[in-house]
């Protein structure tokens, strides 16, 4: 079996306003070729550009909420995947008003649109049970319908190894394919051969959660039990809990309360209060540490990359935006 990939590349970082160096939270999974898009607020493009992502061809895309800093990316993104041929469909989900948000946007921007858009409202459960894969929604308690994704590939066979199947007297053909699929069959002989005689261990699949906005609530702990990856919004510094409460956000402490609580793998922070500066924020991750220990503080254009097996998640940092400025001065 093929090795698959899985990268979660972040997008941006920053809730209610994007800032120089800090673009709207939003993220994007690869996964084998497919690309799956998690909020687009204003200038999730850009970030998508600066990662020299192929991305007009995504397959589905996930919306959390309808505010305008998770959404209002949204048109031209869908007016620039027109840009090059596709046959597959576009999935969107996300809660009911989104689908109203994609029509009218579509009418009133008179939007060229070369393939077709289907949009699914999204209920609390699984939503999508693929393949290789599921997704599920996570309904979160935030000043509009919100919801979470968890996104689950599901255990894959182990490897096969044909020399086994051939030791075994199974001759070559279509009983190699059904034994790959978990089925039993006949050798020359007549007997049983079961797929464990002649394939490795099941290999795990690897789960992917995207939580924000929300207000504490101790069962999502549950929803992201033991996520390789979990990035979670921490909107406020510990001690502002009521703030965060009133605003139906959260601290860090309590985002990363959720993690632990979750026994995730890997835990980054995101959407974070543009009151705070980057320096700022790492008093942050120091509160979330003291909960979670490894608490990353996500940055726009960190790559997160999942390995097959049961590695260490892979991180990369991509060169930090730094925008720059040039001064002419006429003097007359
Ligand atoms: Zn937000
Ligand atoms: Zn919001």
Redesign the pocket.
């Known amino acids: 079996m093929l090795l698959m990939n899985f990268e979660v590349f972040v997008l941006g970082t920053s809730?209610?306003m994007p800032l120089p160096g800090r673009f709207l939270?939003s993220a994007m999974l690869r996964r084998e070729g497919e690309l799956f898009l998690f909020d687009c607020g204003e200038g999730t493009q850009v970030s998508l550009k600066q990662l020299n992502l192929k991305w007009k061809k995504i397959n589905r895309i996930f919306i959390s909420h309808m505010?305008a800093?998770?959404v209002t990316g949204l048109p031209g993104i869908l007016m620039l995947s027109a840009q090059v041929d596709r046959d597959e469909p576009l999935y969107i989900y996300g809660p009911k008003k989104l689908g109203e948000y994609i029509d009218s946007s579509r009418k009133i921007l008179d939007m060229y649109i070369n393939y077709e858009i289907i949009f699914k409202e999204v209920n609390e459960g699984i939503i999508i049970d693929e393949e290789g894969y599921t997704v599920e929604a996570v309904k979160l308690d935030h000043t509009k319908p919100c919801f979470g994704y968890v996104f689950k590939e599901k255990n894959r066979p182990g490897e096969f190894y044909p020399e086994k199947a051939i030791e075994l007297g199974v001759a070559k053909g279509p009983k190699f394919g059904r034994l790959q699929k978990g089925f039993e069959v006949e050798n020359e002989n007549g007997d049983i051969i079961k797929p464990s005689q002649v394939m490795g261990e099941e290999r795990r699949g690897r789960t992917f959660s995207y939580i924000?906005?929300t207000m504490y609530i101790p069962s999502i702990a549950q929803k992201v039990k033991d996520s390789d990856l979990l990035l979670c919004e921490g909107m406020f510094e510990e001690g502002l809990e009521d703030t965060a409460r009133d605003k139906k956000h959260m601290t860090v402490t309590q985002a990363a309360t959720i993690a632990k609580d979750a026994n995730v793998k890997t835990f980054g922070l995101l959407?974070y209060s543009p009151r705070y500066s980057d320096f700022e924020l790492r008093a942050l991750k120091e509160q979330a540490r003291k909960i979670y220990p490894g608490t990353i503080l996500t940055k726009d254009r960190m790559i997160f990359e999942i390995p097959n097996d049961d590695a260490n998640v892979i991180v990369t940092k991509e060169k930090s935006y730094r925008p720059r400025y040039e001064r002419i001065i006429i003097r007359s």
Do not use: A, Q, R
Request: net charge negative; aromatic share 0%; hydrophobic share 10%.
């Open positions: 809730g209610m939270t505010h800093d998770h924000t906005d959407h």
